[in-house]
T-cell receptor
Framework: DAKTTQPTSMDCAEGRAANLPCNHSTISGNEYVYWYRQIHSQGPQYIIH???NNETNEMASLIITEDRKSSTLILPHATLRDTAVYYC???????????FGKGTHLIIQP | GAVVSQHPSWVICKSGTSVKIECRSLDFQATTMFWYRQFPKQSLMLMATSNEGSKATYEQGVEKDKFLINHASLTLSTLTVTSAHPEDSSFYIC??????????FGPGTRLTVL
């Protein structure tokens, strides 16, 4: 699976949009971009994934650049409960386990 | 949908005893289940992959005789930590996958070995 690079930490004001970047410059054509988050002492929670097109669900939006070398996860109206470590993972279609990097620690400020 | 449960959520045991952790997919059939562990202030590390009815595949450095995995049905996988020692104290998390790529995670089990 391609390596991903994320900022170590980010702050965002409550009620504002949180934009979390991820670089995956070596991603291959069959690898999806997945986002999970882990709130302290809980199992990771699936957020969203995409291949080429931008995706939106009830939790977030995923914007993937045309060359697929980077992506941005957008939480449109961040709340305090969105404080967590966010992981961006490139995952092939037939892949097995996930390789977690250090992720981005997003802190939502009141 | 896509709910995965784990039991117990936490366990404390004495050194030398064995501990079994259950992972269940509640609303889907999991063809593949995964076991991860997470030490304090670290990311999750994959321990093993199990397919229903097959032997588990362990990651390098994970002792298969110490961490016994059974995936006897499409909704249940168990991880048994045999002869547990304090260094096995960790947060153990399972995930399950149906036919696609997306994995759904359980809430985790915190193991403390005294």
């Amino acid at each position: 699976d391609a390596k991903t690079t994320q900022p170590t930490s980010m702050d965002c004001a409550e009620g504002r949009a949180a934009n979390l970047p991820c670089n995956h410059s070596t991603i291959s054509g069959n690898e999806y971009v997945y986002w999970y988050r882990q709130i302290h002492s809980q199992g990771p929670q699936y957020i969203i994934h995409g291949l080429k097109n931008n995706e939106t669900n009830e939790m977030a939006s995923l914007i993937i650049t045309e060359d697929r070398k980077s992506s941005t996860l957008i939480l449109p109206h961040a709340t305090l409960r969105d404080t967590a470590v966010y992981y961006c993972i490139a995952l092939g279609g037939g892949a097995d386990g996930l390789t977690f990097g250090k992720g981005t620690h997003l802190i939502i400020q009141p | 949908g896509a709910v995965v449960s784990q039991h117990p959520s936490w366990v404390i045991c004495k050194s030398g005893t064995s501990v079994k952790i259950e992972c269940r997919s509640l609303d889907f059939q999991a063809t593949t289940m995964f076991w991860y562990r997470q030490f304090p202030k670290q990311s999750l590390m994959l321990m093993a992959t199990s397919n229903e009815g097959s032997k588990a595949t362990y990651e390098q450095g994970v002792e298969k005789d110490k961490f016994l995995i059974n995936h006897a049905s499409l909704t249940l996988s168990t991880l048994t930590v045999t002869s547990a020692h304090p260094e096995d104290s960790s947060f153990y998390i399972c995930s399950a996958r149906e036919w696609g790529v997306t994995q759904y995670f359980g809430p985790g089990t915190r193991l403390t070995v005294l």
